[in-house]
């Protein structure tokens, strides 16, 4: 079965720096995977998505997000933070089925911007 | 304006009260689902549709059940059976196939 691991399950950076967020996944094919943001009480607004091709994928606000089959990750990045960044994090990883769309999620990393 | 609308945003219920959320899409999407959320425990499948009529159930569906009578709606009631129903509750929908999933708004549900 597929899995996904955030382990960071809080993050703090200062306003202007660097951010990675690290996720791993668990899936014995292709994976299609997907980076989604949450504002308290929301619901979740897709970032960028790896299906196949460039492992470099580049999303929404400036996070770009790359796909490293070798080490099964898919970890976020964004050069320089700003404080509307503060959310939730969810990666999440994509099984298809017998014509089933199914997303496995991670748990997790809560994002804090100190200005 | 397209998008996925759940109502009520907050929705409170005695317990042994069955209740039932709302999700609408006007996207024209085939597929639709719904999650669960808990804190820590990121968004868990309930049940998915993929097209009318049909629909299949996620990791966690014991003591819910859905309906797809309508393309555009796909109902979540929470049972009496649901032994810890007070989460937030999220409705997506797709395309259908190898397509991203579009998330609502949520409904918080709150058992007293």
């Known amino acids: 079965a597929q899995s996904v691991t955030q382990p960071d399950i809080h993050i703090t950076v200062s306003e202007g720096a660097s951010l990675e967020l690290r996720c791993n996944y668990s899936?014995?094919?292709?994976?299609?995977l997907f980076w989604y943001v949450q504002s308290p009480g929301q619901g979740l607004q897709l970032l960028l998505k790896y299906f196949s091709g460039d492992t470099l994928v580049q999303g929404i606000k400036g996070f770009e997000a790359e796909f490293k089959r070798s080490q099964s990750s898919f970890n976020l990045r964004k050069p320089s933070v700003h404080w509307s960044d503060a959310a939730e994090y969810f990666c999440a990883v994509g099984t298809f089925t017998g014509g089933g769309n199914k997303l496995t999620f991670g748990t997790g990393t809560q994002l804090k911007v100190e200005l | 304006d397209g998008g996925i609308t759940q109502s009520p945003k907050y929705l409170f219920r005695k317990e042994g009260q069955n209740v039932t959320l709302s999700c609408e899409q006007n996207?024209?999407?085939?597929?639709m689902y719904w999650y669960r959320q808990d804190p820590g425990q990121g968004l868990r499948l309930i049940y998915y549709?993929?097209?009318?009529?049909?629909?299949q159930k996620g990791d966690i569906a014991e003591g819910y059940s859905v309906s797809r009578e309508k393309k555009e709606s796909f109902p979540l009631t929470v049972t009496s059976a649901q032994k810890n129903p007070t989460a937030f509750y999220l409705c997506?929908?797709?395309?259908?196939?190898?397509?991203?999933?579009?998330f609502g708004p949520g409904t918080r549900l709150t058992v007293l």
């Open positions: 997506a929908s797709s395309p259908g196939g190898r397509d991203t999933q579009y």
């Open positions: 899936y014995g094919a292709t994976p299609y």
């Open positions: 996207l024209n999407h085939d597929a």
């Open positions: 549709s993929q097209i009318v009529n049909d629909f």
